[in-house]
């Protein structure tokens, strides 16, 4: 099963606060996760790749851990720019690309 | 810089068919595999299709597997998606991205498709 379960849907937290969103992968797919940030009207951005490496500019705020099926994205004090949708992303074969349903970040 | 821009979006009915396009500029579109990913109205992202940097391996979504096809031509830079048989729920922005192992490391700003009688 290629299907990549994210949770919660949607969350609201306070400025400063640490969020975590969770992505299942349907099998094992090792480190192949990444996660994308896609703000409002605009378009994605790739955030983390092989599960916990950073891509480029960053910031040191945001971080990935998890392996195998169960992964996790954490933002530590979160900022109002966080404001965004964010998607798991496995990529452990060309064959089963896909997407999780993605989880709304709003600040209360 | 990387730049992805498409076109080729509008108001379809059902059953018609649309190309839509992607011309790349600032790297070697050549040396590049490209996604095309869909995004309809107020919903999350779906993987639509990927090409390798010579065509020589495509890969489709199951959503769309048999009325959609992926091609390029490296001589202009561009990118494309035939999209067949046109339905509802093809509605959606419609993005290219660069390719880098897998990962969608460049995306366009997307151009809409949106499928009604």
């Known amino acids: 099963d290629i299907q990549m379960t994210q949770s919660p849907s949607s969350l609201s937290a306070f400025v400063g606060d640490r969020v975590t969103v969770t992505c299942r992968a349907g099998?094992?797919?090792?480190?192949?996760l990444a996660w994308y940030q896609q703000k409002p009207g605009k378009v994605p951005r790739l955030l983390i790749y092989a599960a916990s490496t950073l891509q480029s500019g960053v910031p040191s705020r945001f971080s990935g851990s998890g392996s195998g099926t169960e992964f996790t994205l954490t933002i530590n004090s979160l900022q109002p720019e966080d404001v965004a949708t964010y998607y798991c992303?496995?990529?452990?074969?060309?064959?089963?690309?896909?997407f999780g349903g993605g989880t709304k970040v709003e600040i209360k | 810089q990387v730049q992805l821009v498409e076109s080729g979006g509008g108001v379809v009915q059902p059953g018609r068919s649309l190309r839509l396009s992607c011309v790349a500029s600032?790297?070697?579109?050549?040396?590049?595999?490209m996604h095309w990913v869909r995004q309809a109205p107020g919903k999350g992202l779906e993987w639509v299709a990927l090409v390798s940097l010579d065509e020589s391996f495509k890969n489709y979504a199951d959503s769309v597997k048999g009325r959609v096809t992926i091609s390029r031509d490296n001589s202009k830079n561009t990118l494309y998606l035939q999209i067949n048989n046109l339905r509802p729920e093809d509605t959606a922005v419609y993005y290219c991205?660069?390719?880098?192992?897998?990962?969608?490391?460049?995306w366009g700003q997307g151009t809409l498709v949106t499928v009604s009688s």
């Open positions: 992303q496995r990529y452990n074969t060309a064959l089963a690309l896909a």
């Open positions: 600032g790297f070697t579109f050549s040396s590049s595999g």
């Open positions: 099998q094992d797919i090792s480190n192949y």
């Open positions: 991205a660069r390719d880098l192992n897998l990962l969608l490391d460049y």
